[in-house]
C-alpha cells in the first residue's frame, strides 16, 4: 500500500517561495512506475493540477503555473517536492501530493489517481 505525507509551512508570505515536501512509502519513486503529482484546491473550489514527475525524473507542468513551479525528487529520502514561487493570496489552498500509474496531464478528477495524500493547507498572508 502507497502512502504519502505532504509537509511544510502552513503560513507563506505574499511573494515568498512555498515549499512542500511529499514522503512517499510503500513503494520506491524511482523504481515503482508511478507519477507523482501536486495538486491543489483553493477554498470554495475545484481541484487545480499543477504539474507531475515522473519515476525516471521527467516534469510536467500546469501551463498556468509552469513559470514558478518546480518540481523535484530526493530519491535518497524518498520524497517528492514543490517549490511555487512569487506566492500571492491567490495560491492559499489545500495542496495535495498523489501517484498515478499512468500519466495524466491535467487530471482535476480524484478517481484519475491512486493514492493521495492527506493535504496540507498553506494560507499565503502577510
Known amino acids: 500500500q502507497v502512502q504519502l505525507q505532504e509537509s511544510g509551512p502552513g503560513l507563506v508570505k505574499p511573494s515568498q517561495t512555498l515549499s512542500l515536501t511529499c514522503t512517499v512509502s510503500?513503494?520506491?519513486?524511482?523504481?515503482?512506475?508511478?507519477?507523482w503529482n501536486w495538486i491543489r484546491q483553493p477554498p470554495g473550489k475545484g481541484l487545480e493540477w499543477m504539474g507531475v514527475?515522473?519515476?525516471?525524473?521527467?516534469?510536467y507542468y500546469s501551463p498556468h503555473l509552469k513559470s514558478r513551479t518546480y518540481i523535484a525528487r530526493d530519491t535518497s529520502k524518498n520524497q517528492v517536492t514543490l517549490q511555487l514561487l512569487s506566492v500571492t493570496p491567490e495560491d492559499t489552498a489545500v495542496y495535495y501530493c498523489?501517484?498515478?500509474?499512468?500519466?495524466?496531464?491535467?487530471?482535476?478528477?480524484?478517481?484519475?489517481?491512486?493514492?493521495w495524500g492527506q493535504g496540507t493547507q498553506v494560507t499565503v498572508s502577510s
Open positions: 510503500g513503494a520506491s519513486i524511482p523504481t515503482g512506475y508511478y507519477y
Open positions: 514527475i515522473s519515476y525516471s525524473g521527467s516534469t
Open positions: 498523489a501517484a498515478s500509474k499512468s500519466l495524466i496531464l491535467g487530471g482535476t478528477s480524484e478517481n484519475l489517481y491512486d493514492y
